[in-house]
Nanobody
Framework: QVQLVESGGGLVQSGGSLRLSCVAS????????MAWFRQAPGEEREFVAA???????DYADSVKGRFTISRDSAKTTVYLQMNNLKPQDTAVYYC???????????????WGQGTQVTVSS
């Protein structure tokens, strides 16, 4: 099993920026895809962004042009740079890992505990 630990959440004003980090440890994730999902109160968990082992990326339409997903050179840490944040981005953000590239929640085997992002208007 992979352990995923997120950090970087917080409270920010509309238009501001935050950078989330997720560190993976435990079983090797060589070849794996890492992604970010989010869940707002009363809503289902939704896809935000994914980055495959060889650099393939995909984003939800709602964050395209504002969010950027990246991985460090060792590929054990994934980042989510969030710019021009909006109140509707408020949610708990979860890091996830999967053995193949996907934007579907059920594909992902391992999840972090989540980090809260709150955007005030």
């Amino acid at each position: 099993q992979v352990q995923l630990v997120e950090s970087g959440g917080g409270l920010v004003q509309s238009g501001g920026s935050l950078r989330l980090s997720c560190v993976a440890s435990g079983r090797t994730i060589s070849g794996w895809t890492m992604a970010w999902f989010r869940q707002a109160p009363g809503e289902e968990r939704e896809f935000v962004a994914a980055r495959g082992w060889y650099g393939t990326t995909d984003y939800a339409d709602s964050v395209k042009g504002r969010f950027t997903i990246s991985r460090d050179s060792a590929k054990t840490t994934v980042y989510l740079q969030m710019n021009n944040l909006k109140p509707q981005d408020t949610a708990v953000y979860y890091c996830a890992a999967a053995s193949r590239f996907s934007t579907t929640r059920l594909t992902y085997d391992d999840w972090g505990q989540g980090t809260q992002v709150t955007v005030s208007s």
